[in-house]
């Protein structure tokens, strides 16, 4: 362990084995030995909650994670604080892999691999936006494939660390502003242009986010935003030329989709990622297949 913790966390939760480790802290599989069940346990850091603002980030991280109850969101159990500083959260225990693996085993992810991919996590990130959360993290490190009821193909959106609560005015409904927030926080590369220049994080940031994902995806080439000055056209003339040279059976209309959705200016951006979603899918036919149709390579028996 790299962080000295309690074995038994709240008297209930058994830290079983290290699975990774991330910016914020570590996370292990563990044993709700109350409630007879395997989950796993994100230990939080002291340092990233040392001072009031960022301890009323993770409550809110555990409270309205567990709110969206979204089958394409981490179902988030219970949470706690640790003396003397630092905190846990308890959320399902999930097998299988993130799309920054299968990335690593199959560059580029095939359209119709993405296309499903990217469909679920816009239907959760929709249902997060109504919810009030922006998620400020979008890569497809955070996007987990996992067995569904079945054998199905199951995606689950990961992380809230970094999400942030709208005011009731600011909600997407209501076209309002997003709550300020001065810590720039995300991973370079997904961050959308007006964030890195200072402006609060929204829902179309996570839109522009989860576009580069997409682009990612396909391609295999992490977007890089230099050009802040790049019109509208240019860019979806750019993005359309890429995807359809290394990407192949990718519709023209799905890259301008996407590039829409990477518009350096938001208002240029599609009004919010229902929108988006619902373009992706006209434009590729009806083809997006289901959960029980898509095969990706992390979730090979053989693999496990």
């Known amino acids: 362990m790299t962080q000295a913790v309690p074995r038994l966390l709240a008297g209930r939760y058994r830290l079983d084995r290290r699975l990774g480790e991330g910016g914020m802290g570590t996370v292990y599989a563990a044993r709700d030995i109350r409630g007879n069940r395997d989950c796993a346990v994100k230990v939080i850091r002291a340092e990233q909650l040392a001072d009031r603002t960022s301890l009323a980030r ?32 308890v959320m399902e225990l999930l097998s299988g892999g993130s799309l920054r693996t299968e990335l690593t085993l199959r560059k580029p992810i095939p359209f119709l691999e993405t296309a499903w991919a990217l469909d ?23 996007l987990f494939l996992t ?18 609560e709208m005011k009731a005015e600011a909600r997407p409904e209501s076209g309002g502003v997003i709550s300020s927030v001065s810590v720039l926080m995300g991973t370079p590369g997904y961050i959308a242009p007006e964030v890195v220049a200072g402006a609060d994080a929204t829902p179309s940031s996570d839109q522009w986010a989860i576009a580069a994902t997409g682009f990612e995806l396909l391609t295999g080439v992490r977007l890089k935003f230099d050009r802040p000055d790049l019109p509208l056209r240019s860019l979806v003339d750019e993005v359309v030329s890429i995807v359809g040279t290394v990407a192949s059976g990718v519709p023209a209309t799905y890259a301008r989709s996407l590039a829409k959705a990477m518009a350096v200016d938001p208002e240029d951006r599609w009004v919010s990622v229902v929108a988006l979603r619902r373009a ?17 390579e992390v979730l090979r028996e053989d693999r496990r």
């Open 147 to 164: 067995r569904g009821p079945g054998g199905t193909t199951r995606l689950k959106l990961l992380d809230f660390g970094l999400a942030r």
């Open 280 to 296: 992706l899918d006209r434009s590729t036919g009806g083809r997006i297949p289901g959960d029980g149709d898509v095969r990706f």
């Open 58 to 89: 993770f409550r809110r991280e555990a409270r309205l994670t567990a709110r969206l109850g979204h089958p394409n969101a981490v179902a988030v159990y219970d949470y706690g604080e640790l003396r003397p500083g630092g905190a846990f959260l």
């Open 120 to 142: 679920r996590t816009l239907d959760v990130l929709a249902a997060a936006h109504a919810a009030g959360l922006v998620h400020r993290d979008m890569k497809p490190d955070n």
